[in-house]
């Protein structure tokens, strides 16, 4: 067996343990807190709610068992298995130019791996979802949604996977920095179009109406020196119960969408202190950080791709018997996830530590109560659990849990006092 085979099962072997053994902490901890409503949430959620949410987190843990037991069997069909290397051969037998073959296998792989994923988004849609009231989604809107992401596939994928391929084809050695300056671009473009273009193809986007809460919402962004195109409500209700508040896009572009869902949950005090928190985000530009850092980070990405993109054992290793442009690309995509699991509880540490700042920020900017009150409403109305695993919730989870995530903004209010 070729070395870097080796090493690549080992990999497998590693994450595929320690991620079933985190989801296994994860549910003996919320199973074993499941009777009781902790202490600091006994006044403000009833124990029928908490257990709601662990049930639910319960029954998505169960999915997520499967799917990455599915996940791992599939990523090992596509390398050691040779289904990469049996897709490459099929589309080379059609006689297809180097660039064109590029280009059919990489979109034929993106379609098999999403039918191969669907029967799992199915039984969280219309399985979880559903058995807990949060799923509004009908058989013929997913239906839809499923024909547009296809559309949008073709539509944005092909011109920028041809463009790619062509580089790597005809730029020489530094194939992978023109590649990137690419990528970068292509990446800041679909920032600037996704709340123009791509997310109304799915949602509809109505500017808030008149009245005390878009007065609150404008006298806030004033005070915080925030300029946007506009605030908006999507009807995300179409789709599901859940609710959420989101900036998009960059610059002058950036718009401020809040989830019908939410509009209808939280009161004017707690709405704004949300949006505070968000706002909390653009002060401390964090948006900004993240897209520094995740541009190095695809910089090196592909000056790795580059060098490993020149190597017959990175192939041989992973199935595929002949080098190609469009392989190299596949099979960077399919193996780095493995060997970058164990970067996710730095990530996760530095995700926490800008909420804990946009925490602070919405404090001092309008009321850490009401953001308390809003973020506990929030959590009971999405199912969230009071009671996760510590080590899986910093592995795995991008926000603090609540009860940390609550004594920090006691600890403000405390200091202020």
Not at 68 to 94: P, Q, Y
Not at 338 to 346: A, K, L, N, Q
Not at 365 to 378: E, T
Not at 384 to 409: F, G, K, M, Q
Request: charged share 15%.
């Amino acid at each position: 067996m070729p070395m870097f085979s080796l090493l690549f099962i080992i990999f497998v072997v590693l994450a595929t343990a320690t991620e079933f053994w985190l989801l296994a902490r994860q549910r003996r901890h919320v199973r074993a807190h499941r009777g009781a409503v902790p202490a600091r949430f006994a006044a403000s959620i009833s124990l029928a709610a908490h257990q709601k949410s662990a049930d639910y987190t319960l029954a998505k843990l169960g999915v997520e068992r499967w799917s990455g037991l599915w996940s791992v069997m599939v990523l090992l069909a596509w390398t050691l298995g040779g289904g990469l290397n049996w897709l490459d051969r099929g589309v080379l037998g059609l006689g297809f130019g180097p660039l064109a073959t590029g280009v059919i296998v990489m979109l034929g792989f993106f379609v098999i791996g999403h039918l191969l994923e669907m029967p799992f988004d199915l039984w969280r849609t219309f399985g979880i979802e559903s058995r807990f009231g949060f799923n509004k989604m009908t058989a013929g809107l997913y239906i839809s949604d499923q024909l547009k992401q296809l559309a949008l596939l073709l539509a944005i994928g092909t011109p920028l996977v041809f463009v790619i391929l062509w580089l790597m084809q005809g730029m020489g050695g530094l194939w992978w920095f023109y590649a990137w300056l690419v990528w970068t671009a292509f990446s800041f473009l679909m920032i600037w179009a996704f709340p123009t273009v791509i997310a109304p193809m799915f949602n509809k986007f109505t500017p808030l109406a008149e009245g005390e809460f878009k007065q609150r919402i404008e006298a806030l962004l004033a005070r915080c020196g925030f300029t946007s195109k506009g605030l908006f409500v999507m009807d995300g209700s179409k789709r599901s119960a859940h609710g959420n508040a989101y900036f998009t896009g960059l610059g002058n572009a950036k718009r401020i969408v809040f989830f019908d869902t939410l509009i209808h949950s939280l009161d004017v005090d707690e709405a704004e202190a949300v949006l505070a928190h968000e706002l909390g985000h653009f002060r401390h530009g964090h948006v900004k950080k993240r897209l520094v850092v995740m541009t190095g980070l695809s910089l090196a990405g592909f000056a790795l791709l580059g060098w490993l993109a020149r190597q017959e054992w990175f192939y041989r290793g992973l199935g595929v018997s002949e080098p190609s442009h469009h392989a190299a690309l596949l099979l960077f995509m399919l193996v780095m996830p493995v060997f970058m699991f164990w970067v996710g509880p730095i990530s996760s540490w530095f995700s926490r530590r800008h909420e804990f700042e946009a925490d602070a920020y919405a404090a001092e900017h309008a009321s850490g109560d009401k953001l308390i009150s809003a973020l506990v409403g929030m959590y009971e109305d999405n199912a969230a659990t009071l009671t996760p695993d510590p080590l899986y919730s910093a592995w795995h989870d991008s926000h603090p849990p609540a009860p940390v995530r609550i004594a920090h903004l006691l600890s403000l209010k405390r200091g202020e006092a």
